[in-house]
Protein backbone atom coordinates (compact mmCIF):
# COMPACT_ATOMS: atom_id res chain seq x y z
CA UNK A 1 0.00 0.00 0.00
CA UNK A 2 1.17 3.33 -1.04
CA UNK A 3 1.02 6.34 1.62
CA UNK A 4 1.04 9.80 0.64
CA UNK A 5 1.88 12.34 4.18
CA UNK A 6 -0.02 15.68 4.36
CA UNK A 7 2.06 17.96 2.57
CA UNK A 8 1.64 15.31 -0.21
CA UNK A 9 -1.91 14.97 -0.46
CA UNK A 10 -1.64 18.73 -0.15
CA UNK A 11 -0.09 19.22 -2.87
CA UNK A 12 -1.99 16.79 -4.89
CA UNK A 13 -5.53 18.35 -4.10
CA UNK A 14 -4.16 21.78 -3.56
CA UNK A 15 -6.26 21.93 -0.66
CA UNK A 16 -3.70 23.44 2.51
CA UNK A 17 -2.78 21.36 5.46
CA UNK A 18 -5.57 23.36 7.65
CA UNK A 19 -8.23 22.40 5.01
CA UNK A 20 -7.22 18.82 5.55
CA UNK A 21 -7.34 19.21 8.90
CA UNK A 22 -11.02 20.78 8.90
CA UNK A 23 -12.52 18.25 6.40
CA UNK A 24 -10.57 15.17 8.75
CA UNK A 25 -12.39 16.43 11.62
CA UNK A 26 -15.81 16.85 9.61
CA UNK A 27 -15.36 13.75 7.90
CA UNK A 28 -15.52 15.52 3.74
CA UNK A 29 -12.19 14.78 3.28
CA UNK A 30 -10.08 11.61 1.58
CA UNK A 31 -9.99 8.63 4.35
CA UNK A 32 -6.92 8.58 6.71
CA UNK A 33 -5.20 6.73 8.76
CA UNK A 34 -4.09 7.71 12.01
CA UNK A 35 -1.15 5.44 12.98
CA UNK A 36 0.25 7.09 16.15
CA UNK A 37 0.22 10.95 15.59
CA UNK A 38 0.99 10.29 11.75
CA UNK A 39 -1.73 10.98 9.55
CA UNK A 40 -1.18 9.00 6.37
CA UNK A 41 -3.43 8.75 3.52
CA UNK A 42 -3.71 5.51 1.02
CA UNK A 43 -2.91 7.27 -2.33
CA UNK A 44 -6.09 4.69 -3.87
CA UNK A 45 -8.38 6.53 -0.99
CA UNK A 46 -7.15 10.22 -2.47
CA UNK A 47 -7.81 9.38 -5.77
CA UNK A 48 -10.99 7.80 -5.19
CA UNK A 49 -11.72 11.06 -3.35
CA UNK A 50 -11.05 13.26 -6.13
CA UNK A 51 -13.06 11.51 -7.94
CA UNK A 52 -16.22 11.72 -6.19
CA UNK A 53 -14.90 16.06 -6.60
CA UNK A 54 -15.72 15.46 -10.48
CA UNK A 55 -18.39 17.58 -12.04
CA UNK A 56 -19.86 17.95 -15.69
CA UNK A 57 -21.41 21.45 -15.13
CA UNK A 58 -20.08 24.33 -12.98
CA UNK A 59 -23.97 25.29 -12.46
CA UNK A 60 -24.52 22.97 -9.23
CA UNK A 61 -22.11 22.80 -6.51
CA UNK A 62 -22.82 19.54 -6.12
CA UNK A 63 -24.81 16.86 -8.59
CA UNK A 64 -26.45 15.29 -5.57
CA UNK A 65 -28.17 18.24 -4.56
CA UNK A 66 -30.85 20.55 -5.47
CA UNK A 67 -30.30 24.41 -4.66
CA UNK A 68 -33.08 26.07 -3.40
CA UNK A 69 -33.58 27.96 -6.80
CA UNK A 70 -34.50 24.55 -8.54
CA UNK A 71 -36.69 23.53 -6.06
CA UNK A 72 -40.24 25.32 -6.93
Known amino acids: ?14 LSASTLAKRRMAGTGPAFFKI ?22 TWAANDNKQSGAQAA
Open 36 to 57: GRTVRYAAADVDAWIMTRRRTS
Open 1 to 14: MNFLSIDDVSALTG
